[in-house]
């Protein structure tokens, strides 16, 4: 008779333990989809990279932007460009040039 009661598991214990699973598939739960579990690490990792190709495009356009800068130097402006934009903005044109429109 006494082997029969060392098999049997006490309610306490029982409920223990069932808590003790429930608590590590809770944390397992949250380790893979938790807000710093692998499903976001690798969405956090894919904006890394979405972020790091939209800031050397915008460094690369604000080298554009600080080389037209300097060549439009009021000290020593480059003369090809002022030209270009005086033909562009103010619709002005030498009377021995040809324009051809953009679409």
Known sequence: MKRRQSHLKL??????QSFA????????????AG???????TEN??????REAEVKMLEAERDRLRNRVTL????HADPDLVG??????L???HPDEIVIQRK
């Open 11 to 16: 309610p306490r214990e029982s409920l223990a």
């Open 21 to 32: 699973l429930l608590a590590l598939l809770l944390l397992g739960a949250v380790a893979i």
């Open 35 to 41: 807000p710093s579990g692998v499903l976001a690490w």
């Open 45 to 50: 990792a894919r904006m890394l990279e979405q």
């Open 72 to 75: 439009l130097d009021p000290r």
């Open 84 to 89: 270009e934009l005086l033909r562009s903005d």
């Open 91 to 93: 619709n002005v044109a």
